[in-house]
């Protein structure tokens, strides 16, 4: 039946129902493609952003603020840039260098980009795990039976498509958000320092130089590049009566809600460190420590819901590990294993870590420095690809995307060397 009005049907009222009714289709087709920049910005918000924003926030209080500031807007212009490319090509990116390289070169990119995803699995898990422990005064090790079960759990929700899994991991990062505005509740940053921190750039000593190295290099992660270009790919091929412009306009909203959510989470991860434990506790250094050293500062509540978000954002952050590798393995050599195959594959390598005994923050510090490695071999391709006509076509960048892309590119390649060599 046709949307007419009648002539008994002309008051506003009637029109303005008229209008909703036609705008609601509308409005519930734009949210369902919602979705992949929630997912990709939980890799920004993993057990790694604890460690180095929580040190930062103990060694130099409010000082590296404008760090975090800066990073999560890099991290938003990679987020924007790995959208287009898959929107634009209707494929991934570990898809679009497979189709550019030389087969050698095709399987050495794999081999170090699985590298890479098993590092980020590895510090995401291990980060779960201790928030278990923390949580319910378990050992790690149970801690991270829970942690398998749980993934494992969540992961088996893609069985029913990729966007209910995409509501669960994006209800995760709101509830990490939403306890870090309690925390910053309990710990009353100064306002003024606040301000003075995220606008100020400012660095003292070497030790600072390699936080702020730290902070970047937990910030701008290269598996979450993977998986954001393969799920706005999938969003194109369920979208593909809709516009490329149009769905490129859907995107930038997309992405630039997840990520402000996001931002968040770290400039309120420091800040809150900042306000507890700067200078009294300013040799504070690691995860476990900090838990234990909140409560009685900032009260038990506080401690209690700190490793709540531990937990959640370490499950979000591992599962969404997982479908990163899953993706670069079939983008790059076509295979596909089943996802929770895949999950039971990527758990082994941190029961190892776990069971030998290893320091966990010390776990968490090396699987930065070994992103730190990789961040160029997916940055890099990714602000070249995106800037070619031939394969982007009106999306391409423009000029002042391209040369704010390379200065990002410079900016995190020369700070994740730093990262690697002071560590």
């Not at 003075?196 to 070497?206: C, D, I, K, R, W």
């Amino acid at each position: 039946m046709e949307d007419r009005l009648s002539p008994a049907d002309t008051s506003p009222v009637a029109a303005k129902e008229l209008v909703a009714g036609r705008r609601r289709p509308r409005l519930a087709k734009r949210s369902l493609f919602f979705g992949a920049a929630f997912v990709s910005a939980i890799g920004y918000i993993d057990p790694g952003n604890y460690a180095t924003n929580i040190e930062a926030g103990a060694h130099y209080g409010h000082m590296l603020l404008w760090v975090v500031v800066w990073a999560n807007l890099i991290a938003v212009l990679v987020q924007l840039l790995s959208s287009k490319l898959g929107l634009a090509t209707g494929a991934s990116l570990a898809e679009v260098l497979r189709a550019h390289l030389p087969p050698w070169a095709r399987w050495a990119y794999w081999i170090q980009a699985e590298i890479l995803a098993v590092a980020t699995d590895l510090a995401e898990f291990v980060g779960a795990a201790l928030g278990f422990k923390l949580l319910f005064d378990l050992t790690l090790f149970e801690g991270a039976v829970l942690t398998g079960i749980a993934s494992w759990a969540i992961l088996s929700i893609e069985r029913r498509g990729l966007k209910p899994l995409e509501l669960v991991i994006g209800s995760m990062l709101a509830a990490v958000a939403l306890i870090y505005v309690l925390e910053l509740a309990f710990s009353h940053p100064a306002p003024k320092a606040l301000l003075e921190g995220a606008l100020v750039p400012t660095l003292s000593g070497e030790n600072s130089l390699y936080l702020a190295a730290g902070i970047l290099g937990a910030t701008v992660m290269p598996h979450v590049i993977y998986l954001h270009s393969a799920l706005s790919r999938s969003d194109a091929q369920t979208f593909a009566t809709t516009s490329r412009k149009k769905l490129w306009w859907w995107s930038r909203w997309d992405v630039g809600i997840a990520m402000a959510i996001a931002s968040f989470v770290n400039f309120a991860m420091l800040a809150m460190a900042a306000a507890v434990f700067h200078p009294v506790h300013s040799d504070l250094a690691g995860i476990e420590t900090a838990y234990r050293t909140l409560e009685p500062l900032a009260g038990p509540f506080a401690a209690r819901i700190f490793g709540l978000s531990l937990i959640i954002a370490g499950l979000a952050s591992t599962v969404v590990g997982t479908l990163a590798g899953q993706e670069v393995m079939q983008g790059f050599v076509g295979f596909r294993i089943p996802l929770l195959v895949r999950r039971a594959v990527t758990m082994a390598p941190s029961f190892m870590v776990i069971l030998a005994g290893f320091d966990v923050t010390r776990v968490l510090v090396l699987s930065q420095v070994v992103l730190s490695f990789g961040i160029a071999f997916a940055l890099i391709p990714l602000v070249i690809f995106t800037s070619r006509p031939t394969l982007m076509g009106d999306l391409a960048n423009r000029r002042m995307t391209n040369a704010l892309a390379w200065t990002a590119v410079v900016i995190v390649v020369a700070l994740n060397i730093v990262l690697m060599v002071t560590t």
